[in-house]
């Protein structure tokens, strides 16, 4: 069995989805895809979602956008779209739509996770319905009837005890099967619809290759396959060719946007080979992420995190920051589903930076600042150096305002205002 995952880029219109098609149809059988929603689906949804939770109308004109995008992408595929695609997927929008006419609970995360995952059943279900007219048969699997997940929404865990003989009673390996399944999503002992974080889709495609077995997995990006800087921000580059295991455990926990953060781990404990190639020149190599003991080519990895807000605290009564503080500061970290890209600590002082647009970031400013002396620093980067030099540190200090600097024998962090 082969994994393969498509993000939302790779499927963002029809003529996309005929690349991957393409993509697809020179793979050897058995192959399991999982596919992402179609461009900017999910933040539609996230938009859709926060309306209705709020009780405005705005939620059935994010629906109406939508349901006519991908009308829109399914006329653009078909030249006549046969009558049962057209009708499984006026089921989906059917059921969103009784959904949003409903009142919502005071449960945001239930609510949230009941909604998200139409993006990729959306897709999955145009995707796998055009493979079928065009001579590719394959079989659409719900993903939520093989992953088994417990009830912590927005960021549920897997089961992988219960969710292995489900998985690999639906997959089936033959010689002529092929799947498409959604990522992102799967159920819990309820029934209810579960999601796996935001980029949850490589998890899911990771927990499935570990499940069945997997010979390889290949996740299919817009870029050549890993490189050593994002090239939205650094003007050269280069493509890392191998990439240990540990090494990508880093990169992802840092912030490197090609790889979901809990993605490798599944992949690691079975010594499933993971590829990162590009769907737009599929015949390039991509990097390959496997066992080993340093990066090649070594070079210095940069990893940018846009708007920042550091947020700074002291005790009100001047004392010192204590062990009791730190439970108490992050139990409310956690309260709020807050993920912290840097903290640091004095014996007065305790701060840390997160993703200002991070849901929730105002209320846990608000609860803390119950306690503590509050300082706020927004429109900040967050550039961290795996395997720097001399003389990349240099050239980071004179080319930004850094505010704050951390160090090990192979990472650098720095907070600096933003340029």
Not at 102 to 131: V, W
Not at 143 to 165: F, G, H, P, Q, W
Not at 232 to 257: C, N, Q, V, W
Request: hydrophobic share 40%; with cysteine.
């Amino acid at each position: 069995m082969i994994i393969y995952k498509f993000g939302g880029v790779s499927v963002k219109d029809a003529a996309a989805i005929q690349n991957i098609c393409q993509i697809i149809a020179k793979v050897k059988r058995p192959l399991t895809v999982v596919i992402s929603a179609i461009g900017s689906t999910t933040n539609l949804l996230e938009e859709l979602i926060d309306a209705y939770f709020s009780g405005s109308d705005e939620a059935w004109k994010h629906f109406d956008i939508l349901k006519k995008n991908h009308i829109s992408v399914l006329n653009d595929l078909f030249e006549e779209v046969p009558e049962h695609i057209a009708s499984e997927l006026n089921a989906l929008f059917v059921e969103l739509e009784t959904k949003i006419s409903k009142p919502s609970s005071d449960q945001f995360n239930f609510e949230y996770d009941q909604m998200i995952g139409f993006g990729e059943l959306l897709s999955t279900t145009i995707i796998s319905a055009y493979l079928n007219e065009t001579g590719q048969k394959n079989q659409w699997v719900d993903i939520r009837t093989c992953l088994d997940s417990d009830d912590n929404y927005v960021d549920a865990n897997i089961n992988r005890e219960s969710s292995k003989e489900k998985a690999n009673a639906k997959f089936v390996n033959n010689e002529e099967a092929l799947y498409i399944t959604q990522g992102f999503i799967a159920s819990d002992d309820k029934g209810y619809t579960t999601s796996l974080g935001r980029e949850g889709s490589d998890y899911t495609a990771a927990i499935l290759a570990h499940l069945l077995g997997a010979d390889k997995m290949i996740i299919w990006k817009d870029v050549l396959g890993i490189l050593n800087a994002d090239p939205d921000y650094f003007d050269t580059t280069t493509k890392l060719d191998l990439i240990p295991y540990h090494e990508a455990i880093e990169l992802s926990y840092y912030g490197a946007r090609v790889i979901h953060p809990k993605t490798i781990k599944p992949l690691q404990a079975k010594q499933i080979p993971l590829w990162v190639k590009s769907f737009i020149d599929p015949s390039q190599k991509g990097t390959l992420i496997t066992k080993g003991e340093q990066p090649q080519p070594m070079l210095p990895n940069y990893i940018v995190k846009k708007k920042q807000v550091m947020v700074n605290l002291k005790p009100l009564n001047f004392s010192f920051i204590g062990e009791k503080d730190l439970v108490f500061i992050f139990s409310l970290v956690t309260k709020f589903r807050i993920k912290l890209n840097f903290t640091q600590n004095t014996a007065v002082s305790f701060a840390f930076c997160a993703n200002s647009s991070a849901r929730n970031i105002k209320e846990l400013i608000d609860e803390l600042s119950k306690k503590y002396e509050v300082d706020l620093s927004d429109d900040l980067e967050l550039i961290t150096v795996r395997h720097y030099t001399p003389a990349t540190i240099e050239e980071i200090q004179n080319k930004h305002h850094v505010l704050v600097e951390q160090k090990n024998t192979n990472t650098a962090i720095y907070l600096t205002v933003a340029n």
